[in-house]
């Protein structure tokens, strides 16, 4: 899920001075993110600085904010969230600083636009070293753990961080939105979809629409969208979805069941965040 918010007011980043403080989003802890007066990071060696455009807030922020174990720990785990961070790790800024060596890496130049990936690998573990970086066994984020996120004014990019530029003409709520529209296109591709498949996507907000457009793009046999909410089903048909299923209200697993001989789904791609999507996923398969 994602909502976005432009922070600023576009003008050229290099018309006037850097200023020493910026206010900035800061979690203390669980039901406590504050508004705070914080200086403006200072970019060291193959880093960026980048004003922030615009900024998401992500389903999983929502989550940290309201103390998920995932984030907070419990009796089976340790806290991966850090406080004294800076959350916000769907975002889009302007570079405004940098030195040459940061800019020629990433063939940039002061006033281009970029967007990060949410993950800042290690680039050392084991996954990092076979390609799968997005698996990285430290697993720093923005705005989670080991570097502040973009819910501030500005934004420090890291020497070990992902970039992509944006265009200057991509309005910054749109332009945010590139970190959850490639969560789904991961799990689209992952899927491996072939033309014959029968496709299931759970869930009709920010992230499942995102992966109904990207499955159409894969042409299988038809695409099953599931929600509780008709209005969010038409947006499912609207981007894509052969049929969609109210789950409040119709039998989704009978009604697969019945559209494949017997056998089920193909693919079952979980974009609803609910632990009941699993069992039922696991009940419409093949």
Known sequence: ?????????????????IPATMRAVVVHGPGDYRLETRPVPTPGPGELLLRTDAVGICASDLKCYHGAAKFWGDQNRPAWAETNR???????GTVIAGDDTALA???????????????????????????????CAVHDMFGFKGYDGAMAEYVLVPAKAL????????????????????????????ADIKFGDTVVIAGAGPIGLSAIAGARQKNPL???????????????????????INIATHDAVQIIKDLTD????????EATGHPSAVPQGLNLLR
């Open 1 to 17: 899920m994602s909502t976005t918010t432009d922070t600023t007011t576009p003008t050229d980043p290099t018309a006037s001075e």
């Open 86 to 92: 800076i959350p916000g790790h769907e975002f889009v």
């Open 105 to 135: 890496k990433r063939k940039l130049a002061l006033g281009d636009r970029i967007a990060c990936e949410q993950i800042v690998p290690c680039w050392e573990c084991r996954y990092c070293l076979e390609g799968a970086y997005w698996m």
């Open 163 to 190: 970039t992509h530029p944006v265009s200057a003409d991509l309005p910054g709520q749109v332009a945010a939105f590139a970190e959850p529209l490639s969560c789904a296109f991961h799990a689209v591709e992952r």
């Open 222 to 244: 038809r695409i099953i969208a599931l929600d509780v909410l008709d209005t969010k089903l038409d947006l499912a048909k609207a981007v894509g979805a052969d049929l969609t």
């Open 262 to 269: 017997g056998y089920g789904a193909d693919v079952y791609i």
